[in-house]
């Protein structure tokens, strides 16, 4: 038989060109850190994390992150286990032949630890093992293996993917000093390439990045996650977190209580809870997302905005992977709505090797089914329902505004004329048409929520926001329609009255006409801010 060759491209492959994004780097050392720090937690190597508190124990374990922009350097450094010195070059050195086991550990393909080649010149492993006093190094040189894989492809050299890394890995061992932590394990990007400025993006950039990527606890002015955690620890769901630092400043999950839509601000005022199960009733997996008012779309700007999926607490894809869970083809902006996470709990809900999704089986197929019932049917009607009572509390306060800028003009006499004034005024008895429907609308959700399970809390509070409640009852002040004055406009006096006193009625009629069709080709040819101030400057100069 003859001999197998893996042709240099297998390490292009497997550096760069496995992922778009050069900042997953980070989510791949991280993650291999992760099962480091929860092996080191089984040995007694580090205390223990409760897994099921209502708040965060992050244990001992330390993640530390080092960005040392001036010397183009990244340094991500683990207080976990380290690798045994008679293991290190095995370990290390073998590729796509991982120790880990699918479905308890984050990482089990062993490609991960290569993703820093595309990205800079020099990449190095450094490492203790625990009790050990041997520091293991691996160098890689970066620009040696793309030299090579380059040489091959313009045909000036050929070099198998084993000649390369032999000709670019090299390892070495010292005596570890006082200097040396205990037991670690570190990787140092070295001299980051120019053409991937957006690793060396600074802490802020970095921290926005990893606060939903990494596996990290939510933030303590986020009051509801108390309320996860609880539900978590209730039913036995374990949320993996961890203390990750970026130049010793520890990261968490940045989701708020208040944030910006596109219809004013809104309030996460609490948390719903779901489990989702296959047929044959096995937890594929669980989520949490913020009870709000659903008043609008989350603006763009907020980080925290849609559903996102998660496997070990690690994002899957970014904040768009799940938004084709909405089918319909009015809801395809519905995950614009929520922010909240899943999490996949099954071990057959496999994440593929760049982490973007989960690998194609029966499993897969089931809980997108799930999901997209779900997604469909209760989150649609929710949000669904909540537009329509924002759309409906605003027919209200359009109605009401309107009246009091009617009674307003009325009082000051500052219609134009008879004709202006009827104009308006029906005008405002079809606006009060809509506000009778939309009170209507609002009455029979409170009372029955319409088909959203949060429809008639949503008008509560949207009712709270407007007035108190009666003090013999309780209950919210009902929403009364103010009234239009019902008086004769032939009786009135009008600004022509005022600015033309020495002409006749007729006079006075006709100037009024030719006044209205000015102030309407006004109205018709600018904004309306813009035609207010014309005219008014008008009415003004005229007096």
């Given at each position: 038989?003859?001999?197998?060759?893996?042709?240099?491209?297998?390490?292009?492959?497997?550096?760069?060109?496995?992922?778009?994004?050069?900042?997953v780097?980070?989510?791949?050392?991280i993650?291999?850190?992760?099962?480091?720090?929860d092996?080191?937690?089984q040995?007694?190597?580090?205390?223990?994390?409760?897994?099921?508190?209502?708040?965060?124990?992050l244990?001992?374990?330390?993640?530390?992150?080092?960005?040392?922009?001036?010397?183009?350097?990244?340094?991500?450094?683990?207080?976990?286990?380290?690798?045994?010195?008679?293991?290190?070059?095995?370990?290390?050195?073998?590729?796509?032949?991982?120790?880990?086991?699918?479905?308890?550990?984050?990482?089990?393909?062993g490609?991960?630890?290569?993703?820093?080649?595309?990205?800079?010149?020099e990449?190095v492993?450094?490492?203790?093992?625990?009790?050990?006093?041997?520091?293991?190094?691996?160098?890689?040189?970066?620009?040696?293996?793309?030299?090579?894989?380059?040489?091959?492809?313009m045909?000036?050299?050929?070099?198998?993917?084993?000649?390369?890394?032999?000709?670019?890995?090299?390892?070495?061992s010292r005596?570890?000093?006082e200097?040396d932590?205990?037991?670690?394990?570190?990787?140092?990007l070295?001299?980051?390439?120019?053409?991937?400025?957006?690793?060396?993006?600074?802490?802020?950039?970095?921290?926005?990045?990893?606060?939903?990527?990494?596996?990290?606890?939510?933030?303590?002015?986020?009051?509801?996650?108390?309320?996860?955690?609880?539900?978590?620890?209730?039913?036995?769901?374990?949320?993996d977190?961890?203390?990750?630092?970026?130049?010793?400043?520890?990261?968490f999950?940045?989701?708020?209580?208040?944030?910006?839509?596109?219809?004013?601000?809104?309030?996460?005022?609490?948390?719903?809870?779901?489990?989702?199960?296959?047929?044959?009733?096995?937890?594929?997996?669980?989520?949490?997302?913020?009870?709000?008012?659903?008043?609008?779309?989350?603006?763009?700007e907020?980080?925290?905005?849609?559903?996102?999926?998660?496997?070990?607490?690690i994002?899957?894809?970014?904040?768009?992977?799940?938004?084709?869970?909405?089918?319909?083809?009015?809801?395809?902006r519905?995950?614009?709505?929520?922010?909240?996470?899943?999490f996949?709990?099954?071990?057959?809900?496999?994440?593929?090797?760049?982490?973007?999704?989960?690998n194609?089986?029966?499993?897969?197929?089931?809980?997108?089914?799930?999901?997209?019932?779900?997604?469909d049917?209760?989150?649609y009607?929710i949000?669904?329902?909540?537009?329509?009572?924002?759309?409906?509390?605003?027919?209200?306060?359009?109605?009401?505004?309107?009246?009091?800028?009617f009674?307003?003009?009325?009082?000051?006499?500052?219609?134009?004329?008879?004709?202006?004034?009827?104009?308006?005024?029906?005008?405002?008895?079809?606006?009060?048409?809509?506000?009778?429907?939309?009170?209507?609308?609002?009455?029979?959700?409170?009372?029955?929520?319409?088909?959203?399970?949060l429809?008639?809390?949503?008008?509560?509070?949207?009712?709270?926001?407007?007035?108190?409640?009666?003090?013999?009852t309780?209950?919210?002040?009902?929403?009364?329609?103010?009234?239009?004055?019902?008086?004769?406009?032939?009786k009135?006096?009008?600004?022509?009255?005022?600015?033309f006193?020495?002409?006749?009625?007729?006079?006075?009629?006709?100037?009024?006409?030719?006044?209205?069709k000015?102030?309407n080709?006004?109205?018709?040819?600018?904004?309306?801010?813009?035609a207010?101030?014309?005219?008014n400057?008008?009415?003004?100069?005229?007096?």
């Amino acid at each position: 038989m003859s001999e197998y060759v893996f042709g240099a491209n297998i390490l292009e492959n497997l550096t760069t060109g496995m992922y778009r994004d050069s900042k997953v780097i980070y989510r791949e050392y991280i993650q291999n850190a992760c099962d480091q720090i929860d092996k080191a937690e089984q040995l007694g190597i580090l205390r223990k994390r409760d897994a099921y508190s209502r708040y965060p124990d992050l244990g001992e374990g330390i993640i530390d992150i080092w960005l040392a922009l001036d010397e183009r350097r990244i340094t991500i450094e683990d207080n976990a286990t380290g690798i045994k010195a008679a293991d290190f070059s095995r370990i290390l050195g073998n590729i796509a032949d991982s120790d880990k086991i699918m479905g308890q550990d984050k990482g089990f393909r062993g490609i991960g630890r290569l993703c820093g080649l595309a990205y800079c010149k020099e990449l190095v492993f450094t490492s203790r093992y625990a009790d050990e006093n041997i520091v293991s190094v691996m160098t890689c040189d970066a620009q040696k293996m793309r030299r090579m894989i380059n040489d091959t492809n313009m045909k000036t050299e050929k070099y198998s993917a084993i000649e390369i890394l032999n000709k670019m890995i090299e390892f070495t061992s010292r005596k570890a000093t006082e200097d040396d932590p205990l037991h670690f394990f570190r990787v140092d990007l070295l001299n980051i390439n120019e053409e991937n400025e957006e690793l060396l993006s600074g802490v802020e950039q970095l921290s926005d990045y990893l606060s939903f990527v990494a596996p990290v606890p939510y933030q303590a002015n986020f009051v509801n996650r108390s309320k996860i955690y609880g539900y978590a620890k209730d039913n036995n769901l374990k949320v993996d977190e961890y203390n990750i630092r970026i130049d010793a400043q520890q990261i968490f999950k940045k989701y708020k209580t208040h944030l910006k839509t596109g219809n004013g601000d809104d309030e996460v005022f609490d948390v719903e809870c779901v489990q989702f199960h296959s047929d044959s009733n096995v937890l594929l997996a669980w989520m949490w997302f913020g009870r709000t008012d659903f008043k609008a779309a989350i603006k763009e700007e907020e980080k925290s905005r849609g559903l996102r999926l998660r496997k070990e607490n690690i994002q899957i894809g970014d904040e768009h992977t799940l938004r084709d869970m909405f089918t319909r083809e009015t809801s395809k902006r519905g995950n614009n709505y929520f922010i909240g996470e899943i999490f996949a709990i099954s071990p057959e809900l496999i994440p593929n090797s760049q982490r973007t999704y989960f690998n194609e089986n029966g499993i897969r197929f089931d809980f997108e089914r799930k999901l997209r019932h779900y997604f469909d049917t209760v989150l649609y009607n929710i949000y669904y329902e909540g537009s329509d009572i924002n759309s409906s509390f605003k027919k209200i306060d359009t109605y009401e505004d309107m009246v009091s800028a009617f009674e307003k003009k009325e009082i000051e006499g500052k219609f134009v004329s008879p004709k202006e004034y009827e104009t308006e005024k029906r005008i405002l008895e079809e606006k009060k048409q809509e506000a009778e429907k939309a009170k209507k609308n609002l009455e029979k959700k409170a009372s029955d929520g319409g088909k959203s399970i949060l429809g008639k809390e949503i008008v509560k509070r949207r009712l709270a926001e407007r007035g108190p409640t009666t003090p013999e009852t309780g209950k919210q002040v009902p929403i009364e329609l103010p009234e239009i004055l019902d008086s004769d406009s032939k009786k009135k006096k009008f600004l022509t009255d005022t600015i033309f006193p020495n002409h006749n009625k007729a006079e006075r009629k006709l100037l009024s006409e030719m006044l209205g069709k000015i102030f309407n080709i006004i109205r018709d040819n600018a904004d309306k801010k813009t035609a207010e101030i014309i005219i008014n400057r008008i009415k003004i100069d005229l007096k």
